[in-house]
């Protein structure tokens, strides 16, 4: 029975390949990025570049050298907010925006005097999209959209939000740290400014890996520097891609164990039907509330619920207690989400799924929440 | 004696990469070689290609738009 529910968190299990190709490298091939021309260096940066081409194929980028690694989606997104050239005296956001967000904002808030304004929204975070067409906003403006909620897993109707922002000469740039691998971004296709993501999530990569994509680099400046293993004679970073955001020796382990996870994605285990059903057969509990997407189509691989009296801790510690279920509670570092949902401050219970869940490890859930929640 | 080569320098280890893959797919025989640095600061590592294959090795990374420069270089 697989009762890891916490894959929100970081994902568990990954593809074998995962672990068997960073073993490899780390125990019959090292070698480091770019730095030099012996054969195990090539085979190195040639692991790292195909990581690189196929994180482009998942996200919808035409020119790969766009994309730098970063250690996890929230460096990826301090680089790109505190990188911006471009001069935002206010930043609009989801309502359902995550503290990797949230934080460096604030800082650019209390250094710069940028004003964070979120977005209106439905019951369930979802951005309304009638009021968004009557918001006034000007030529340029930047809007942070958190692509699938890391607390009740509402996907944002992103296609619309991008073709509106093309309309109005928005710049968006898009959390992807939950979405990535499970749902398709199309960077090119929906004319995405920036985007920011993690390989230890969606992708079912290893921690310590992740990035972000930038469409017009001579708009960002890096806040990262020191040595990419060219122009060395120079003190100023390249301008060249993908060395001018990638000052240091990349995680190659984590890119080649990254690599493999994008090459050796499973086939899901259980159906979105079998989800939603889920869903539904908890929702119907008595004493519990689902958090979830208000509709079935934008419902991510994960949700919440909350308990009439017990706690989220008390939940979730009963749920490990009696029944081995791995879950994470409180405020899941995204209390502005929360604030969303009215369910700030005490939080939720966060159910995270993943492809190698079976129908049966999802009766199980339904049987061990049934259980936990008779008080 | 060894024939005489010619070394094409890129501006990221990136594009070696992607031309070293390309001339192995082309099967045009090249060496990734360090830059020398009487030539270039440029990304640490970069291609020897032997003087009779520089016509055919350039047109392909025209094809490819992979930018480079050339210089004549013979490693001692």
């Known amino acids: 029975m697989n009762t ?124 309304d999209l009638e009021a968004l067409y009557k918001l006034s906003a000007g030529d340029g403006e930047l809007f942070v959209i958190n692509h699938l909620s890391n607390v009740n897993g509402v996907i944002q109707p992103l296609p619309e939000i991008c073709r509106l922002a093309v309309s109005r000469g928005w710049q968006i740039m898009l959390d992807a740290a939950q979405s990535l691998g499970e749902i398709p971004v199309d960077a090119s296709g929906w004319d995405i400014d920036y985007i920011a993501f993690t390989g230890h999530k969606g992708l079912l990569g290893p921690t310590g890996t992740g990035g972000f994509y930038c469409k017009e680099p001579s708009q960002l400046q890096p806040t990262l520097f020191g040595g990419t293993g060219s122009l060395s004679d120079s003190y100023e970073m390249p301008a060249e891609l993908p060395d001018r955001f990638q000052a240091g020796t990349p995680n190659v382990a984590g890119i080649v164990g990254l690599r493999a996870a994008l090459q050796n994605r499973p086939v899901a285990c259980h159906s979105k039907s079998n989800m939603l059903d889920c869903i539904k057969a908890i929702s119907q509990l008595p004493g519990i509330r689902v958090h979830g997407a208000i509709h079935p189509e934008q419902q991510g691989e994960l949700f919440s619920v909350t308990h009439e009296k017990l706690s989220p801790a008390d939940l979730s510690q009963r749920l490990f207690d009696r029944h081995g279920i791995e879950t994470r509670s409180g405020l899941h570092c995204a209390p502005l989400a929360h604030r969303t949902l009215g369910t700030f401050q005490a939080g939720t219970v966060r159910i995270a799924l993943s492809p190698y869940h079976t129908p049966a490890d999802l009766d199980y859930l339904i049987k061990a929440i049934t259980d936990a929640a008779t008080y | 004696m060894r024939q005489p080569t010619k070394i094409a320098v890129f501006q990221t280890t990136r594009l070696v990469i992607k031309a070293d893959a390309a001339c192995k797919e082309a099967g045009i025989p090249i060496r990734i070689v360090p830059v020398p640095p009487a030539i270039s600061s440029d990304c640490g590592m970069c291609l020897e290609i032997a003087e009779p294959l520089l016509s055919e090795f350039t047109k392909l990374m025209e094809s490819l738009a992979i930018e480079m420069k050339i210089y004549d270089y013979n490693f001692l």
């Open chain 1, 4 to 127: 890891y529910f916490d894959n929100a968190s970081t994902s568990y299990p990954k593809p074998r390949e995962v672990a068997s190709q960073m073993a490899h490298y780390l125990t019959e091939e090292g070698g480091t990025y770019g730095r030099a021309a012996y054969d195990r260096v090539r085979k190195a940066t040639l692991q790292v570049e195909q990581c690189r081409d196929s994180l482009a194929a998942v996200m919808g980028v035409k020119e790969p050298e766009k994309i730098s690694f970063t250690s996890n989606a929230t460096t990826g997104l301090n680089a790109l907010l505190l990188g911006l050239l471009s001069k935002q005296t206010v930043i609009r956001v989801s309502p359902m925006e995550h503290n990797a967000v949230m934080r460096p904002l604030w800082h650019l808030h209390q250094t710069k005097g940028i004003r964070i304004e979120t977005l209106p929204s439905l019951a369930d975070g979802t951005i």
